[in-house]
């Protein structure tokens, strides 16, 4: 048997021939005499690869190594001429041994005719007849011993791969018939049918137990509830997916589409947990009833509630606060504004509440790029200050008192013609304001209570903070800024903290007693688009809301937050110490990128860092431009003054050459302050420009 490996040894280098067609050296590391196979080495890109062939298939390639002779010749065939004629023969007959092309098999005397034929065909040649006695049985043994030889060449490596073969075959073929049936079953005219049909067999094996009336209502200090909302008319035309499934009353579940590297499509379910959760066919009635309507009675107890809706750009959260659309009108009666104004006036006829002889007011303004406008007064600019007392002050904001439900709509539907609204991707007029409702109980003068129910502006704008329109860029970062400030306000009421850093947005700022004392309660009311084009903003809203509610609800992490994080502070305090010492909202802004450090890098803490200074520079640029306005009137009638006194035959040159002195060194004073101020706002303009350019959303985490 040794001979049939000829010259190949272990260590030998032989050519081999790879199935994508290329050939290259490899070394014989084993000799297989079972299956008359050779195992084979070779290093591919730093790694050793091996593979075993039949000895067919070496001697094919490499004739040199060959046995000299495999066949012992007959006593009538004369010997050869020449030992390479020989070698041309036995070459040629190596390569046709697995399957003859003829059904005439050469005899033995046919090899040592081989000088009258071509190499490459030695099959061709004539050959000798031989002995009548040998004819008929010599090409049957020849035939059987070759089929033997071609069985037992054919290696375990080659069955094993004709197996795989034949399983993906019969593999591939159960897949076309199942998709067949699948597309006789399902409108294949839908972009993502497949993904559909994973969801519906998904949505199949839940035990569904939604939200009912007859569920219990529970007290939450802090409440955080999700309500998803129907397709509406553009997702259906363009066949989008439901990609939200609400089984129970208190989990939301998101079908994200992934796709793997081998292109095959599956779903990532992911789940999440909250106090409520509306599916699409909920209603604002239903939604108050286990959101805003327990808080109203706080108010009475001399408490502060409040109402947020959060969420994407045209996921429901105008309509769930305002009331239904219908085309470009809205029923102001059937949204939170209006139910809570129902049943504060019903409260207002109980006994208990009757005696108090409260007054109701209520105010409705907005908060746009960190500026506050009344919605109630033409949209007046107004200004958010402190007073002696530490109390938040919103100058000029006007409060209408009203009497009954209807004079809360009207008011309502005033402030609503009147918000700031703009294009974005997901919504052609979206809300880029937060929109801030207060109902205002008061006794004898005096604040009993105070109900704000707030319209968030859509939390996607709150990427735009790289934005090379430098409107955009402020909306993006105040919108930002003043969801991160929200989300550490409802931490630190959640868990009582000493210090609440109310001051890092304006929307907080006005909000701040909503967030202090201990009759304070907060509901969050999270809407969601469930369309799978709006997965991501979908993913993002209720990543917050359920970060809303896990910092209330856990409670190893009460103490958590007490001490800051150390890397953090020596990043920041690279900072300009002095000048964030000077300000209170400052220090709450840097208090804020300290506890949210997975998502604030020092780029995107800088960024805000030189808004916050570019809207206190322009306010107080603006009212200095106001003073000296008004000082310029001042000024022009003191002149007047003077040339009427240059009228008079005797005037006195020398009051009049001093008083023009006096009046020119005032001006020069007023004004060249005033130059310096906006020289100074120019620069704050640059920087935030600069720092626009260098922000990188999200810090990398930690191996």
């Not at 409705?364 to 960190?370: D, L, P, R, V």
């Not at 903290?497 to 202090?516: C, E, G, M, N, Y």
């Not at 309660?521 to 969601?528: D, F, K, V, Y």
Request: hydrophobic letters at 35%; glycine letters at 4%.
């Amino acid at each position: 048997m040794a001979s049939a490996f000829g010259k190949l040894v272990v260590g030998t280098y032989v050519e081999i021939k790879r199935s994508d067609g290329r050939i290259h050296q490899a070394m014989v590391t084993s000799l297989n005499e079972d299956n008359e196979s050779v195992t084979v080495e070779w290093i591919e890109n730093g790694d050793t690869k091996g593979k075993e062939i039949d000895l067919e298939s070496i001697f094919a390639l490499n004739p040199d190594v060959a046995p000299d002779e495999e066949i012992a010749p007959s006593p009538e065939t004369p010997p050869p001429p020449t030992p390479t004629c020989v070698k041309v023969n036995k070459i040629a007959k190596n390569r046709r041994t697995i399957a003859p092309t003829k059904n005439d098999n050469p005899s033995r005397d046919n090899r040592v005719i081989p000088t009258r034929a071509r190499p490459p065909q030695p099959q061709q040649p004539e050959p000798a007849p031989p002995p009548p006695s040998q004819q008929p049985a010599q090409p049957t043994i020849a035939q059987t011993q070759q089929q033997l030889q071609n069985a037992r060449r054919k290696s375990n490596c080659v069955k094993e791969v004709e197996k795989l073969q034949e399983k993906r075959e019969r593999r591939r073929l159960q897949q076309q018939e199942l998709r067949e049936k699948r597309a006789q079953e399902v409108d294949t005219t839908i972009p993502n049918y497949e993904i559909m049909y994973m969801i519906r067999d998904f949505r199949a094996s839940l035990d569904y137990r939604p939200l009912t009336t007859a569920d219990l209502i529970e007290e939450h200090r802090i409440c955080v509830c999700v309500r998803k909302r129907p397709l509406n008319k553009k997702e259906l035309a363009m066949k989008d997916l439901d990609v939200i499934t609400i089984p129970s009353k208190d989990v939301v579940m998101v079908h994200e589409p992934k796709q793997k590297v081998d292109l095959t499509r599956y779903l990532e379910n992911q789940t999440f947990r909250f106090d409520y959760a509306f599916d699409d066919s909920t209603t604002n009635e239903m939604v108050y009833r286990f959101t805003a309507r327990p808080l109203v009675e706080t108010i009475f107890e001399r408490g502060m509630a409040t109402c947020f809706a959060y969420g994407q750009t045209g996921s429901g959260k105008t309509h769930t606060m305002g009331g239904d659309f219908s085309g470009k009108n809205q029923d102001c009666s059937k949204g939170v504004y209006a139910l809570a104004a129902r049943d504060v006036f019903l409260m207002l006829k109980k006994p208990n509440y009757k005696k108090l002889d409260l007054q109701v007011y209520a105010t409705f303004f907005e908060i746009y790029s960190g500026k506050v406008f009344d919605l109630l007064n033409r949209k007046a600019k107004l200004r958010v200050l402190e007073d002696g007392k530490q109390q938040v002050q919103v100058v000029g904001l006007q409060e209408k008192e009203v009497k009954c439900t209807e004079d809360v709509l009207k008011l309502i539907e005033v402030g609503n013609s009147c918000r700031t609204s703009g294009q974005t991707s997901a919504n052609a007029h979206s809300s880029r304001s937060h929109a801030v409702f207060q109902i205002i109980l008061r006794r004898k003068g005096k604040m009993h209570g105070k109900f704000s129910l707030i319209d968030l502006a859509g939390n996607e704008r709150g990427a735009d903070t790289s934005s090379a329109d430098r409107q955009t860029r402020l909306e993006g970062a105040e919108i930002n800024k003043s969801l991160l400030a929200l989300k550490e306000c409802i931490r630190a009421l959640g868990r009582n903290k000493p210090h609440t850093p109310f001051r890092a947005s304006k929307l907080t700022q006005v909000l701040r007693d909503s967030f202090i004392g201990e009759n304070s309660r907060t509901c969050m009311i999270a809407t969601i688009s469930p369309g799978m084009t709006s997965c991501e903003n979908t993913l993002n809203t209720l990543r917050y809301a359920n970060r809303v509610k896990e910092l209330t609800v856990d409670p190893n992490q009460v103490m958590e937050g007490g001490r800051p994080n150390i890397h953090t502070v020596n990043q920041l305090d690279l900072l300009d110490e002095e000048w964030l010492s000077i300000s209170p909202q400052r220090d709450d802004l840097k208090l804020l990128c300290e506890q949210n450090e997975e998502e604030v890098s020092p780029q995107l803490f800088t960024f805000h860092e030189a808004v916050s200074q570019l809207v206190e520079m322009e306010e107080q640029v603006l009212e200095d431009h106001r003073a000296v306005f008004q000082e310029s009137i001042r000024w022009l009638e003191d002149e007047k003054v003077l040339l009427e006194m240059t009228e008079e035959v005797d005037y006195d040159v020398e009051s009049y050459a001093t008083q023009l002195e006096q009046i020119l060194d005032q001006k020069i004073e007023i004004l060249t302050e005033l130059r310096d101020k906006v020289k100074s706002f120019r620069s704050a303009l640059q920087e935030e420009e600069q720092a626009s350019k260098q922000i990188n959303p999200k810090r990398p985490r930690a191996l």
